[in-house]
Structure formats: structure tokens, C-alpha cells
């Protein structure tokens, strides 16, 4: 790992980030420099990211624990100074569905309700709670990048097929709540020089989509008996017109195309870009 690179000196908290796209994007910042604190919800995923990172020559502390959690957010920050004195970068990649949800009531609209609050509570307020932590540190400091994890489901419609089987509809809405976010705190804070985009990863085999490629080989008849692997190569191949739009590119995403992206955006190449969202799809999405 070259730890001489466009991020040296910076200090960057990445949330969730144990595996998958934070893993990645944790990877990527420390290999162009960065410090990186590391928060996963787990002990074990948290010490592997910075294991992979240090025994790679690059600098990374472990921060355990619930990010939705609001002391959570603030042991993590605080760590960050304790450590390296200032917080210059800030990637908020926590999402997708809910560790917790809560059982539903007993009225008419109390399954609903809960299912709608736990994806709200996993994937949009977290993400302002974070910013909301971090933020007074980098307006007292000059500056900061933060990006926020979106996804194409934030961008199109997600098909009734797909809906049935994959994704329940609250995702979409929240990632593009995410992306109108993003947009309102880059005119908020863009006169203190701080950046903020998002990234809207496409389809990358991430443990939720072996998740979702397993379910469709057991549970779509089309499908049965199909590797699951092979069954997810197939979208971006353009196999499942039904379900999933077409990828030009013709090949899926990987986790270092996000956190090249995310490299990117919080390095002074990207100093007047900011309230974007930045589509790392193959071309699925369109903007």
C-alpha cells in the first residue's frame, strides 16, 4: 500500500465498514493516505478492515459499535480527534435494512409503520446525525469532504419485480432522500468549503446481493437450480429485462470502482464539485 498519496495527513471516518462497499471505500482512503477510523457494527468485521489496512502499511483505528446509535456517532468522532486532532473527511455509508426492527403494533397500519421507520432509522437519520456531529468540527477547521452512500434506487424507479422479490419500496425512497440531501447540505455548507456528494453504487456483489442472487435461484421458478453467482453476473448482461435495466458497460460493479470514486471526491481534484451524486453503474442510470 502506498501511503504517500493525494490523502496524506487527512483523517477520514468511514461508517459501516466492515465488509463490502465500506470495506472498500476504508481500503481505498487509507492506500491514498488517509488516517481511517473504521466502524463496523461488529467487533470482528470492525478489527479486520484495520487489520487489512495496517498489515498494508497504512494507519486505521477501530471504532466497534451501532451507528445509529447517537453516542455512537459522537465516540467515534471524538476518537477521530483524540487520535489524529482533526477530521477532514467523512463517509457515511451505513444503509440498507434495519439490525433492529421494532415488532409492529397492533393497528390497521402498524406493520407499515414499522417497516417504514426502521429503514428511516437505518438509512437516512443516521446519516444526518453523523453530519450534524462532524460538521461544527469542519467548519472550525476550514473545510471537509463528506459523501454520502446513495444508490441508483435513488435515481429510477425500482421495477414491480424486483419490489416482489428483493427491496422493499421504503429503500428507494430514502436513498433518493439521501441524494436530495446531499444537495441541500452542499448550498448549507459549501460557503464554510465544505464538499458534499454522494455515490450511487450500482449492482456490486456485496454479501446483500449473494443474499438476494441465493433467493432468486430458490425462490423464482425461472431461475431454480441456476448458480447463484452466475444468476447475478447475469444483470448487468442484460439477462432479466423485466427486472433490472440494462447496463452498457455489460459487466457489474466491484467495490474499488466505489471507493475510486469516493478517492476522488474527497481529494482536492474534486475542490469545486459538490452537492452531486455521482452514478458508479456501467451506465444503468442516466443524469
Known amino acids: 500500500m502506498n501511503v504517500v498519496g493525494k490523502l496524506a495527513g487527512k483523517t477520514a471516518l468511514v461508517t459501516a465498514a466492515g465488509r463490502g462497499i465500506g470495506q472498500g471505500i476504508a481500503i481505498g482512503l487509507a492506500a491514498s493516505g488517509a488516517n481511517v477510523v473504521v466502524n463496523s457494527y461488529g467487533e470482528e468485521t470492525t478489527a479486520n478492515t484495520v487489520r487489512l489496512i495496517t498489515e498494508?502499511?497504512?494507519?486505521?483505528?477501530?471504532?466497534?459499535?451501532?451507528?445509529?446509535?447517537?453516542?455512537?456517532?459522537?465516540?467515534?468522532?471524538?476518537?477521530?480527534?483524540?487520535?489524529?486532532?482533526?477530521i477532514d473527511i467523512l463517509i457515511n455509508n451505513v444503509g440498507a435494512g434495519s439490525k433492529d426492527t421494532l415488532a409492529p403494533s397492533d393497528h390497521e397500519l402498524g406493520l407499515t409503520a414499522a417497516l417504514w421507520d426502521a429503514l428511516y432509522g437505518q438509512n437516512l437519520k443516521p446519516v444526518v446525525l453523523m453530519s450534524e456531529a462532524v460538521v461544527p468540527h469542519m467548519q472550525r477547521n476550514g473545510g471537509g469532504k463528506i459523501i454520502h452512500i446513495s444508490s441508483i434506487a435513488g435515481r429510477i424507479p425500482i421495477s414491480d419485480q424486483a419490489l416482489q422479490h428483493f427491496?422493499?419500496?421504503?429503500?428507494?425512497?430514502?436513498?433518493?432522500?439521501?441524494?436530495?440531501?446531499?444537495?441541500?447540505?452542499?448550498?448549507?455548507?459549501?460557503?464554510?468549503?465544505?464538499?458534499?456528494?454522494?455515490v450511487?453504487?450500482?449492482?456490486?456483489?456485496?454479501?446483500?446481493?449473494?443474499?438476494?442472487?441465493?433467493?432468486?435461484?430458490?425462490?423464482?421458478?425461472r431461475f431454480?437450480?441456476?448458480?447463484?453467482?452466475?444468476?447475478?453476473?447475469?444483470?448487468?448482461?442484460?439477462?432479466?429485462?423485466?427486472?433490472?435495466?440494462?447496463?452498457?458497460?455489460?459487466?457489474?460493479?466491484?467495490?474499488?470502482?466505489?471507493?475510486?470514486?469516493?478517492?476522488?471526491?474527497?481529494?482536492?481534484?474534486?475542490?469545486?464539485?459538490?452537492?452531486?451524486?455521482?452514478m458508479v453503474d456501467g451506465g444503468m442510470v442516466k443524469v
Open 56 to 86: 498494508a502499511g497504512g494507519q486505521a483505528i477501530a471504532v466497534p459499535g451501532d451507528i445509529t446509535d447517537p453516542d455512537m456517532m459522537l465516540k467515534m468522532r471524538d476518537q477521530a480527534l483524540e487520535e489524529w486532532g482533526s
Open 167 to 198: 427491496v422493499h419500496p421504503s429503500y428507494g425512497a430514502m436513498k433518493a432522500a439521501l441524494i436530495s440531501y446531499t444537495q441541500t447540505q452542499a448550498e448549507m455548507l459549501g460557503p464554510h468549503n465544505i464538499n458534499v456528494n454522494s
Open 200 to 221: 450511487c453504487p450500482g449492482i456490486v456483489y456485496t454479501d446483500a446481493w449473494k443474499a438476494n442472487a441465493e433467493r432468486a435461484v430458490a425462490s423464482i421458478e
Open 224 to 278: 431454480q437450480g441456476q448458480d447463484p453467482r452466475t444468476w447475478f453476473e447475469g444483470i448487468a448482461h442484460g439477462d432479466y429485462p423485466d427486472i433490472f435495466g440494462p447496463t452498457p458497460m455489460r459487466r457489474e460493479q466491484t467495490v474499488e470502482d466505489i471507493a475510486n470514486a469516493v478517492v476522488f471526491l474527497v481529494s482536492q481534484d474534486s475542490m469545486n464539485i459538490t452537492g452531486q451524486s455521482l
